[in-house]
Protein backbone atom coordinates (compact mmCIF):
# COMPACT_ATOMS: atom_id res chain seq x y z
CA UNK A 1 0.00 0.00 0.00
CA UNK A 2 2.46 2.36 1.15
CA UNK A 3 4.42 1.71 -2.41
CA UNK A 4 1.09 2.51 -4.45
CA UNK A 5 0.81 5.51 -2.68
CA UNK A 6 4.36 6.70 -2.93
CA UNK A 7 4.04 6.30 -6.70
CA UNK A 8 0.53 7.68 -6.88
CA UNK A 9 2.06 10.52 -5.06
CA UNK A 10 4.90 10.90 -7.55
CA UNK A 11 1.96 10.29 -11.07
CA UNK A 12 -0.16 12.94 -9.11
CA UNK A 13 0.28 15.47 -11.61
CA UNK A 14 0.23 13.11 -15.04
CA UNK A 15 -2.75 11.51 -13.24
CA UNK A 16 -4.42 15.24 -12.63
CA UNK A 17 -4.09 16.31 -16.54
CA UNK A 18 -5.44 13.31 -17.87
CA UNK A 19 -8.14 13.35 -15.47
CA UNK A 20 -8.91 16.83 -16.36
CA UNK A 21 -8.42 16.36 -20.33
CA UNK A 22 -11.02 14.13 -19.56
CA UNK A 23 -13.60 15.80 -18.11
CA UNK A 24 -12.67 19.21 -20.17
CA UNK A 25 -13.33 16.77 -23.94
CA UNK A 26 -16.58 15.53 -22.28
CA UNK A 27 -17.46 18.66 -21.55
CA UNK A 28 -16.66 20.24 -25.41
CA UNK A 29 -18.42 17.36 -26.68
CA UNK A 30 -21.82 17.45 -24.99
CA UNK A 31 -21.15 21.15 -25.70
CA UNK A 32 -21.29 20.75 -29.21
CA UNK A 33 -23.59 17.53 -29.63
CA UNK A 34 -26.40 19.26 -27.46
CA UNK A 35 -25.99 22.12 -30.30
CA UNK A 36 -26.07 20.02 -32.54
CA UNK A 37 -28.75 17.52 -31.18
CA UNK A 38 -31.00 20.38 -30.96
CA UNK A 39 -30.82 21.00 -34.63
CA UNK A 40 -31.07 17.60 -35.42
CA UNK A 41 -33.70 16.99 -32.87
CA UNK A 42 -36.05 19.88 -34.32
CA UNK A 43 -35.32 19.36 -38.10
CA UNK A 44 -36.42 15.41 -37.30
CA UNK A 45 -39.59 16.33 -35.75
CA UNK A 46 -41.00 18.97 -37.85
CA UNK A 47 -38.92 19.69 -41.39
CA UNK A 48 -40.63 18.19 -44.91
CA UNK A 49 -39.38 14.89 -45.52
CA UNK A 50 -36.37 16.02 -48.06
CA UNK A 51 -35.40 17.79 -45.36
CA UNK A 52 -35.31 15.18 -42.96
CA UNK A 53 -33.97 12.80 -45.28
CA UNK A 54 -30.34 13.63 -44.50
CA UNK A 55 -30.68 14.37 -40.58
CA UNK A 56 -31.79 10.54 -40.78
CA UNK A 57 -29.48 9.08 -42.30
CA UNK A 58 -26.62 10.75 -40.12
CA UNK A 59 -28.64 10.10 -37.17
CA UNK A 60 -28.88 6.52 -38.14
CA UNK A 61 -25.00 6.53 -39.14
CA UNK A 62 -24.08 7.67 -36.31
CA UNK A 63 -26.32 5.22 -33.63
CA UNK A 64 -24.83 2.15 -35.91
CA UNK A 65 -21.17 2.82 -35.83
CA UNK A 66 -18.68 1.83 -32.71
CA UNK A 67 -17.65 4.96 -31.09
CA UNK A 68 -14.03 3.71 -31.77
CA UNK A 69 -14.34 3.38 -35.63
CA UNK A 70 -15.74 7.07 -35.69
CA UNK A 71 -12.31 8.47 -33.58
CA UNK A 72 -10.21 6.57 -35.88
CA UNK A 73 -12.87 7.93 -38.68
CA UNK A 74 -12.46 11.49 -37.22
CA UNK A 75 -8.51 11.00 -36.68
CA UNK A 76 -7.69 9.68 -40.30
CA UNK A 77 -10.34 11.10 -42.56
CA UNK A 78 -9.96 14.81 -42.67
CA UNK A 79 -5.97 14.74 -42.82
CA UNK A 80 -6.13 12.70 -46.32
CA UNK A 81 -9.27 15.65 -47.07
CA UNK A 82 -5.86 17.93 -46.56
CA UNK A 83 -7.14 19.35 -42.91
CA UNK A 84 -5.10 18.43 -39.86
CA UNK A 85 -7.03 17.89 -36.99
CA UNK A 86 -4.74 17.51 -33.57
CA UNK A 87 -5.87 14.00 -31.91
CA UNK A 88 -7.60 15.81 -29.43
CA UNK A 89 -9.67 17.94 -31.93
CA UNK A 90 -10.42 14.68 -33.70
CA UNK A 91 -11.60 12.48 -30.49
CA UNK A 92 -13.55 16.06 -29.52
CA UNK A 93 -15.12 15.88 -33.26
CA UNK A 94 -16.03 12.05 -33.28
CA UNK A 95 -17.65 12.42 -30.15
CA UNK A 96 -19.39 15.57 -30.71
CA UNK A 97 -21.46 13.88 -33.77
CA UNK A 98 -21.98 10.95 -31.65
CA UNK A 99 -23.44 12.99 -29.18
CA UNK A 100 -25.32 15.50 -31.43
CA UNK A 101 -26.80 11.86 -33.08
CA UNK A 102 -27.94 10.44 -29.55
CA UNK A 103 -29.31 14.13 -28.19
CA UNK A 104 -30.79 14.41 -31.66
CA UNK A 105 -33.02 11.25 -31.54
CA UNK A 106 -33.80 11.62 -27.39
CA UNK A 107 -34.89 15.15 -28.49
CA UNK A 108 -37.30 14.09 -30.92
CA UNK A 109 -38.53 11.87 -29.04
CA UNK A 110 -39.40 14.06 -26.39
CA UNK A 111 -41.02 16.96 -28.44
CA UNK A 112 -43.30 14.30 -30.08
CA UNK A 113 -44.26 13.04 -27.13
CA UNK A 114 -46.17 16.46 -26.20
CA UNK A 115 -49.68 16.80 -26.77
CA UNK A 116 -50.63 18.34 -30.40
CA UNK A 117 -52.65 20.45 -28.07
CA UNK A 118 -49.98 22.40 -26.72
CA UNK A 119 -48.69 23.82 -30.60
CA UNK A 120 -52.55 24.27 -31.21
CA UNK A 121 -52.72 26.51 -27.79
CA UNK A 122 -49.30 28.05 -28.97
CA UNK A 123 -50.66 29.03 -32.79
CA UNK A 124 -54.26 30.21 -30.93
CA UNK A 125 -52.31 32.97 -29.15
CA UNK A 126 -50.26 34.00 -32.04
CA UNK A 127 -46.87 32.86 -31.89
CA UNK A 128 -44.78 32.34 -34.67
CA UNK A 129 -43.34 28.92 -34.98
CA UNK A 130 -39.90 30.01 -33.63
CA UNK A 131 -41.94 31.42 -30.69
CA UNK A 132 -43.80 28.02 -30.27
CA UNK A 133 -40.37 26.39 -30.21
CA UNK A 134 -38.67 28.18 -27.99
CA UNK A 135 -41.20 29.26 -25.15
CA UNK A 136 -43.72 26.30 -25.07
CA UNK A 137 -42.16 22.96 -27.00
CA UNK A 138 -38.87 23.10 -26.13
CA UNK A 139 -39.00 23.97 -22.36
CA UNK A 140 -41.10 20.82 -22.04
CA UNK A 141 -39.18 18.71 -24.37
CA UNK A 142 -36.56 19.91 -21.96
CA UNK A 143 -37.61 18.15 -19.25
CA UNK A 144 -38.43 15.16 -20.45
CA UNK A 145 -35.36 14.97 -22.14
CA UNK A 146 -33.04 15.75 -19.43
CA UNK A 147 -32.38 12.20 -18.34
CA UNK A 148 -31.53 10.66 -20.68
CA UNK A 149 -29.83 13.81 -21.68
CA UNK A 150 -27.33 13.42 -18.51
CA UNK A 151 -26.78 9.80 -19.49
CA UNK A 152 -25.44 10.37 -22.86
CA UNK A 153 -22.96 13.06 -20.12
CA UNK A 154 -22.08 9.64 -18.58
CA UNK A 155 -21.67 7.97 -21.81
CA UNK A 156 -19.12 10.66 -23.23
CA UNK A 157 -17.15 10.71 -19.78
CA UNK A 158 -16.44 6.67 -20.69
CA UNK A 159 -16.33 6.93 -24.66
CA UNK A 160 -13.34 10.11 -23.99
CA UNK A 161 -11.09 6.92 -22.90
CA UNK A 162 -11.33 5.46 -26.07
CA UNK A 163 -9.46 8.42 -27.15
CA UNK A 164 -6.18 7.19 -25.77
CA UNK A 165 -6.14 4.91 -29.19
CA UNK A 166 -5.58 8.16 -31.06
CA UNK A 167 -2.97 8.84 -28.82
CA UNK A 168 -4.50 11.82 -26.34
CA UNK A 169 -3.22 12.26 -23.15
CA UNK A 170 -6.75 12.05 -21.28
CA UNK A 171 -7.52 9.99 -18.10
CA UNK A 172 -6.83 6.07 -19.52
CA UNK A 173 -3.33 7.16 -21.81
CA UNK A 174 -1.47 8.23 -18.64
CA UNK A 175 -2.63 5.61 -16.02
CA UNK A 176 -1.23 3.20 -19.20
CA UNK A 177 1.99 5.57 -19.36
CA UNK A 178 2.15 5.13 -15.38
CA UNK A 179 1.42 1.97 -15.61
CA UNK A 180 4.12 1.60 -17.93
CA UNK A 181 6.93 3.02 -15.41
CA UNK A 182 5.91 1.20 -12.27
CA UNK A 183 4.48 -2.19 -13.32
CA UNK A 184 1.98 -1.77 -10.95
CA UNK A 185 -1.63 -2.80 -13.16
CA UNK A 186 -4.20 -3.68 -10.94
CA UNK A 187 -3.52 -0.78 -8.50
CA UNK A 188 -3.66 2.09 -11.28
CA UNK A 189 -6.54 0.58 -13.74
CA UNK A 190 -8.73 0.19 -10.40
CA UNK A 191 -7.95 3.54 -9.49
CA UNK A 192 -8.81 5.14 -12.88
CA UNK A 193 -11.48 3.09 -12.78
CA UNK A 194 -12.42 4.74 -9.28
CA UNK A 195 -11.91 8.23 -11.09
CA UNK A 196 -14.20 7.32 -13.86
CA UNK A 197 -16.83 6.25 -11.72
CA UNK A 198 -16.57 9.69 -9.55
CA UNK A 199 -17.31 11.58 -11.87
CA UNK A 200 -20.13 10.13 -13.29
CA UNK A 201 -21.62 9.64 -9.67
CA UNK A 202 -21.41 13.49 -9.74
CA UNK A 203 -22.70 13.84 -12.86
CA UNK A 204 -25.70 11.61 -12.05
CA UNK A 205 -26.47 13.80 -8.79
CA UNK A 206 -26.22 17.32 -9.98
CA UNK A 207 -28.82 15.93 -13.19
CA UNK A 208 -30.81 14.51 -10.11
CA UNK A 209 -30.45 17.81 -8.56
CA UNK A 210 -31.61 19.46 -11.86
CA UNK A 211 -34.59 17.35 -12.22
CA UNK A 212 -35.85 17.90 -9.07
CA UNK A 213 -35.62 21.71 -9.84
CA UNK A 214 -37.40 21.55 -12.90
CA UNK A 215 -39.45 19.09 -12.72
CA UNK A 216 -41.59 20.09 -9.69
CA UNK A 217 -44.85 20.86 -12.07
CA UNK B 1 -64.43 49.74 -40.54
CA UNK B 2 -67.85 49.67 -42.27
CA UNK B 3 -70.61 49.27 -40.22
CA UNK B 4 -72.74 47.41 -41.92
CA UNK B 5 -69.88 44.42 -42.79
CA UNK B 6 -69.96 41.48 -40.36
CA UNK B 7 -67.03 41.14 -38.16
CA UNK B 8 -66.87 37.20 -39.44
CA UNK B 9 -67.95 36.23 -42.79
CA UNK B 10 -67.72 32.51 -43.95
CA UNK B 11 -68.50 32.09 -47.89
CA UNK B 12 -68.52 28.87 -49.15
CA UNK B 13 -66.44 27.20 -47.15
CA UNK B 14 -65.05 23.31 -47.83
CA UNK B 15 -62.71 20.91 -46.32
CA UNK B 16 -61.86 17.79 -46.87
CA UNK B 17 -60.52 14.79 -44.69
CA UNK B 18 -58.78 12.20 -47.40
CA UNK B 19 -61.48 11.70 -49.37
CA UNK B 20 -64.15 12.68 -46.73
CA UNK B 21 -65.98 16.06 -47.27
CA UNK B 22 -65.97 17.70 -43.87
CA UNK B 23 -67.61 20.99 -44.84
CA UNK B 24 -69.49 21.49 -47.82
CA UNK B 25 -70.00 24.90 -48.42
CA UNK B 26 -70.56 26.66 -45.32
CA UNK B 27 -71.97 30.29 -45.05
CA UNK B 28 -72.20 32.27 -41.75
CA UNK B 29 -71.82 35.54 -40.64
CA UNK B 30 -71.13 36.80 -37.05
CA UNK B 31 -71.65 40.80 -36.33
CA UNK B 32 -69.83 42.19 -33.53
CA UNK B 33 -70.82 41.22 -30.15
CA UNK B 34 -72.96 38.41 -31.74
CA UNK B 35 -73.53 35.18 -29.76
CA UNK B 36 -73.88 32.11 -31.94
CA UNK B 37 -73.74 29.07 -30.94
CA UNK B 38 -72.94 26.24 -33.17
CA UNK B 39 -74.74 22.51 -32.14
CA UNK B 40 -75.30 19.35 -33.89
CA UNK B 41 -74.13 15.37 -33.96
CA UNK B 42 -70.40 14.63 -33.93
CA UNK B 43 -68.84 14.54 -37.30
CA UNK B 44 -71.27 17.03 -38.13
CA UNK B 45 -68.31 19.00 -39.03
CA UNK B 46 -68.52 21.73 -36.28
CA UNK B 47 -64.97 21.46 -34.62
CA UNK B 48 -64.19 21.63 -38.17
CA UNK B 49 -65.42 24.84 -38.89
CA UNK B 50 -63.97 26.17 -35.70
CA UNK B 51 -60.03 25.09 -36.58
CA UNK B 52 -60.52 26.44 -39.82
CA UNK B 53 -61.48 30.10 -38.71
CA UNK B 54 -58.81 29.94 -36.50
CA UNK B 55 -56.36 28.96 -39.13
CA UNK B 56 -54.98 25.46 -37.57
CA UNK B 57 -56.47 23.45 -40.44
CA UNK B 58 -56.45 23.95 -43.76
CA UNK B 59 -59.34 24.36 -46.34
CA UNK B 60 -59.55 23.78 -50.06
CA UNK B 61 -62.40 26.22 -50.93
CA UNK B 62 -63.98 29.17 -50.51
CA UNK B 63 -63.17 32.00 -47.94
CA UNK B 64 -62.94 32.92 -44.22
CA UNK B 65 -62.87 37.26 -44.01
CA UNK B 66 -62.43 38.42 -40.82
CA UNK B 67 -63.09 42.27 -39.99
CA UNK B 68 -62.70 43.11 -43.09
CA UNK B 69 -59.19 40.59 -44.08
CA UNK B 70 -59.17 37.49 -46.03
CA UNK B 71 -57.86 34.54 -43.43
CA UNK B 72 -55.04 32.13 -44.12
CA UNK B 73 -54.88 32.55 -48.05
CA UNK B 74 -54.04 35.11 -50.55
CA UNK B 75 -55.83 34.91 -54.15
CA UNK B 76 -53.10 35.15 -57.08
CA UNK B 77 -53.99 34.42 -60.88
CA UNK B 78 -56.65 32.43 -59.54
CA UNK B 79 -54.80 30.49 -57.42
CA UNK B 80 -55.06 30.34 -53.89
CA UNK B 81 -51.79 30.33 -51.83
CA UNK B 82 -51.78 29.39 -47.96
CA UNK B 83 -49.56 32.67 -46.43
CA UNK B 84 -46.30 32.01 -44.50
CA UNK B 85 -45.39 31.19 -41.06
CA UNK B 86 -45.54 35.10 -39.43
CA UNK B 87 -48.51 36.37 -41.74
CA UNK B 88 -50.68 33.30 -40.14
CA UNK B 89 -49.64 33.82 -36.74
CA UNK B 90 -50.75 37.76 -36.89
CA UNK B 91 -54.40 36.49 -38.28
CA UNK B 92 -53.94 34.06 -35.85
CA UNK B 93 -53.54 36.51 -32.75
CA UNK B 94 -56.88 38.33 -33.82
CA UNK B 95 -59.11 35.43 -32.81
CA UNK B 96 -59.01 33.84 -29.21
CA UNK B 97 -59.36 30.27 -28.80
CA UNK B 98 -60.29 28.15 -25.77
CA UNK B 99 -60.13 24.27 -25.97
CA UNK B 100 -62.10 21.18 -24.88
CA UNK B 101 -59.08 19.78 -23.36
CA UNK B 102 -57.67 23.47 -21.81
CA UNK B 103 -54.08 23.18 -23.09
CA UNK B 104 -52.76 25.08 -20.85
CA UNK B 105 -48.80 25.46 -20.89
CA UNK B 106 -48.10 22.95 -17.97
CA UNK B 107 -44.82 24.45 -17.30
CA UNK B 108 -45.79 28.01 -16.89
CA UNK B 109 -47.88 29.26 -14.06
CA UNK B 110 -51.32 30.63 -14.76
CA UNK B 111 -50.27 34.31 -14.88
CA UNK B 112 -47.60 32.88 -16.90
CA UNK B 113 -49.85 31.42 -19.19
CA UNK B 114 -51.74 34.51 -19.85
CA UNK B 115 -48.49 36.57 -20.02
CA UNK B 116 -46.60 34.49 -22.82
CA UNK B 117 -49.06 36.16 -25.64
CA UNK B 118 -49.10 39.85 -24.19
CA UNK B 119 -45.27 39.55 -24.00
CA UNK B 120 -44.43 37.57 -26.95
CA UNK B 121 -46.96 38.53 -29.76
CA UNK B 122 -48.07 41.86 -28.18
CA UNK B 123 -44.61 42.74 -27.24
CA UNK B 124 -45.72 44.07 -23.90
CA UNK B 125 -43.31 45.21 -20.92
CA UNK B 126 -43.47 42.78 -18.14
CA UNK B 127 -44.75 44.74 -15.94
CA UNK B 128 -47.62 45.00 -18.09
CA UNK B 129 -48.17 41.98 -19.25
CA UNK B 130 -48.39 41.14 -15.33
CA UNK B 131 -51.10 44.10 -14.97
CA UNK B 132 -53.09 42.61 -17.82
CA UNK B 133 -52.96 39.08 -16.64
CA UNK B 134 -53.67 39.84 -13.04
CA UNK B 135 -56.59 41.65 -14.35
CA UNK B 136 -58.28 38.92 -16.76
CA UNK B 137 -57.46 36.61 -13.56
CA UNK B 138 -58.95 38.00 -11.64
CA UNK B 139 -62.14 38.61 -13.75
CA UNK B 140 -62.45 34.79 -13.69
CA UNK B 141 -62.52 34.81 -10.39
CA UNK B 142 -58.83 33.38 -10.04
CA UNK B 143 -56.53 36.32 -8.32
CA UNK B 144 -55.79 34.26 -5.54
CA UNK B 145 -54.07 31.54 -8.32
CA UNK B 146 -52.26 33.38 -10.18
CA UNK B 147 -48.90 31.75 -9.45
CA UNK B 148 -50.47 28.10 -9.43
CA UNK B 149 -49.64 25.63 -12.28
CA UNK B 150 -52.38 23.55 -14.09
CA UNK B 151 -51.58 20.87 -12.54
CA UNK B 152 -52.54 22.50 -9.00
CA UNK B 153 -56.11 23.83 -10.43
CA UNK B 154 -59.37 21.71 -10.77
CA UNK B 155 -60.36 21.29 -14.48
CA UNK B 156 -62.41 24.22 -14.05
CA UNK B 157 -59.71 26.82 -12.95
CA UNK B 158 -57.79 25.32 -16.00
CA UNK B 159 -60.44 26.23 -18.11
CA UNK B 160 -61.11 29.60 -16.67
CA UNK B 161 -57.54 30.24 -17.24
CA UNK B 162 -57.57 29.16 -20.93
CA UNK B 163 -60.34 31.54 -21.11
CA UNK B 164 -58.41 34.36 -19.66
CA UNK B 165 -54.96 33.61 -21.89
CA UNK B 166 -57.66 34.04 -24.91
CA UNK B 167 -59.00 36.94 -23.93
CA UNK B 168 -56.14 38.71 -22.78
CA UNK B 169 -54.88 39.17 -26.08
CA UNK B 170 -58.03 41.48 -26.67
CA UNK B 171 -59.21 39.36 -29.82
CA UNK B 172 -61.40 40.32 -31.99
CA UNK B 173 -63.54 37.01 -32.18
CA UNK B 174 -63.09 33.78 -29.59
CA UNK B 175 -63.82 30.85 -30.32
CA UNK B 176 -65.03 28.21 -27.76
CA UNK B 177 -64.81 24.68 -28.70
CA UNK B 178 -66.44 22.52 -26.37
CA UNK B 179 -65.20 23.85 -23.36
CA UNK B 180 -67.33 22.03 -20.55
CA UNK B 181 -66.77 18.48 -22.14
CA UNK B 182 -64.34 17.18 -20.84
CA UNK B 183 -64.97 18.81 -17.47
CA UNK B 184 -66.69 16.60 -14.37
CA UNK B 185 -70.16 17.76 -14.06
CA UNK B 186 -69.81 19.72 -10.96
CA UNK B 187 -67.32 21.74 -12.59
CA UNK B 188 -69.45 22.37 -15.62
CA UNK B 189 -70.86 25.65 -14.25
CA UNK B 190 -68.34 27.51 -12.77
CA UNK B 191 -67.21 27.40 -17.02
CA UNK B 192 -70.60 28.74 -18.51
CA UNK B 193 -71.02 31.30 -15.97
CA UNK B 194 -67.73 32.95 -17.13
CA UNK B 195 -68.16 32.57 -20.63
CA UNK B 196 -71.82 34.04 -19.81
CA UNK B 197 -70.18 36.84 -18.21
CA UNK B 198 -67.65 37.38 -20.89
CA UNK B 199 -70.56 37.19 -23.24
CA UNK B 200 -72.58 39.84 -21.08
CA UNK B 201 -69.57 42.25 -21.49
CA UNK B 202 -69.80 42.66 -25.35
CA UNK B 203 -67.47 40.02 -26.55
CA UNK B 204 -68.09 38.14 -30.08
CA UNK B 205 -68.24 34.34 -29.36
CA UNK B 206 -68.53 31.57 -31.97
CA UNK B 207 -69.31 29.10 -29.46
CA UNK B 208 -69.70 25.20 -30.53
CA UNK B 209 -71.37 23.17 -27.71
CA UNK B 210 -72.95 20.33 -26.46
CA UNK B 211 -74.70 22.18 -23.80
CA UNK B 212 -78.16 22.97 -24.74
CA UNK B 213 -79.62 24.89 -22.41
CA UNK B 214 -76.51 27.18 -22.42
CA UNK B 215 -76.88 27.75 -25.41
CA UNK B 216 -80.18 28.87 -25.65
CA UNK B 217 -79.38 30.70 -22.76
CA UNK B 218 -76.80 33.37 -23.85
CA UNK B 219 -77.06 32.58 -27.51
CA UNK B 220 -78.38 35.34 -29.94
CA UNK B 221 -78.16 33.36 -32.75
CA UNK B 222 -77.79 28.98 -32.86
CA UNK B 223 -76.73 27.43 -36.20
CA UNK B 224 -76.97 23.67 -36.29
CA UNK B 225 -75.14 21.84 -38.37
CA UNK B 226 -75.71 18.29 -40.19
CA UNK B 227 -73.33 16.83 -42.47
CA UNK B 228 -70.76 19.42 -43.42
CA UNK B 229 -73.92 21.87 -43.47
CA UNK B 230 -75.80 24.28 -41.85
CA UNK B 231 -79.01 23.69 -42.51
CA UNK B 232 -81.06 26.05 -39.69
CA UNK B 233 -79.62 29.06 -38.45
CA UNK B 234 -81.72 31.49 -36.17
CA UNK B 235 -82.61 32.99 -32.89
CA UNK B 236 -82.74 30.11 -30.23
CA UNK B 237 -86.31 30.84 -29.33
CA UNK B 238 -86.91 29.30 -32.74
CA UNK B 239 -84.32 26.86 -33.14
CA UNK B 240 -85.27 25.29 -30.03
CA UNK B 241 -88.69 26.51 -29.86
CA UNK B 242 -90.22 25.83 -33.01
CA UNK B 243 -87.54 24.29 -35.53
CA UNK B 244 -88.45 23.96 -38.89
CA UNK B 245 -85.72 21.27 -39.82
CA UNK B 246 -86.80 17.52 -39.20
CA UNK B 247 -83.23 16.48 -38.26
CA UNK B 248 -83.22 19.65 -36.35
CA UNK B 249 -86.06 18.08 -34.41
CA UNK B 250 -85.10 14.63 -34.22
CA UNK B 251 -81.60 16.07 -32.93
CA UNK B 252 -83.23 17.97 -30.47
CA UNK B 253 -85.53 15.33 -29.46
CA UNK B 254 -82.40 12.74 -28.72
CA UNK B 255 -80.89 15.34 -26.58
CA UNK B 256 -83.08 16.75 -24.35
CA UNK B 257 -84.14 14.83 -21.54
Known amino acids: MQVFLDQLWIARFALWDGFLLTVQIAAASILFGTLLGGIVGIQL???????KLPFRLYVDIMR?????????????????????????????????????????????????????????????????????????????????????????????????????????????????????????????????????????????????????????? | MDKQQPLLAIRGLTKRFGTVDVLKGVDLDLDRRDVVSIIGSSGSGKTTLLRCVNLLEEYQGGDIVLDGETIGYRSANGRRHRFGDRELSRQRSMTGMVFQSFNLFPHLTAAGNVMLGLRKVLRLPKAEARAVAE????????????????????????????????????????????????????????????VKSIADDGATLLIVTHEMRFARDVSSRVVFMEQGRIVEDGPPEQIFGAPKNQRLAAFLRNTRH
Not at chain 1, 45 to 51: F, K
Not at chain 1, 167 to 183: A, D, H, M, S, Y
Not at chain 2, 144 to 167: F, N
Open chain 2, 135 to 194: TWLTRVGLAARADHYPSQLSGGQQQRVAIARALAMNPKLVLLDEVTSALDPELVQEVLNT
Open chain 1, 64 to 217: GTPVLVLILAAFYIPSVAGLSLGPTQAGILALSLFAGAHIGELLRGSLQAIPPGQAEAGRSIGLTFPQLLAYVLLPQAARSALPPWINTGVELIKGSSLLSMIGVGELLLKTQEIIGRNFMTIQFYVFAGILYLAINIVLDQLGKAVERRVGQH
Open chain 1, 45 to 51: SYAPWWL
